[in-house]
């Protein structure tokens, strides 16, 4: 099973950054950064392949990059400008997903 692990999440004001990493115990062509807000369903914010291409959900825009270092089978997520409306758990995985999850990073936006 490949393991995924997430980190870099934490609590900021309303347009601050934050910076996520996952790093992944193999290499993963396309991968991707999910979020999960509290009784809402988990969907995708920020995807890359493995040529670099990148697509992001609607909701994040302008405000989030997604970038990679392939040598170190590391993903980030670089959020700027963040709403309230960021508050979830996020999670890396490949792209499609994986039928499993890491334990996710816990990214709270609140004054």
């Known amino acids: 099973q490949v393991q995924l692990v997430e980190s870099g999440g934490g609590l900021v004001q309303p347009g601050g950054s934050l910076r996520l990493s996952c790093a992944a115990s193999?290499?993963?062509?396309?991968m991707a950064w999910y979020r999960q807000a509290p009784g809402k369903p988990r969907y995708m914010v920020a995807q890359?392949?493995?040529?670099?291409?990148?697509n992001f959900a609607d909701s994040v825009k302008g405000r989030f990059t997604i970038s990679r270092d392939t040598a170190e089978n590391t993903v980030y997520l670089q959020m700027n400008k963040l709403k309230s409306d960021d508050t979830a758990q996020y999670y890396c995985?490949?792209?499609?997903?994986?039928?499993?999850w890491g334990q996710g990073t816990q990214v709270t936006v609140s004054s």
């Open positions: 890359i392949g493995g040529g670099g291409s990148t």
């Open positions: 193999v290499s993963i062509d396309s």
């Open positions: 995985n490949a792209y499609p997903p994986f039928g499993y």
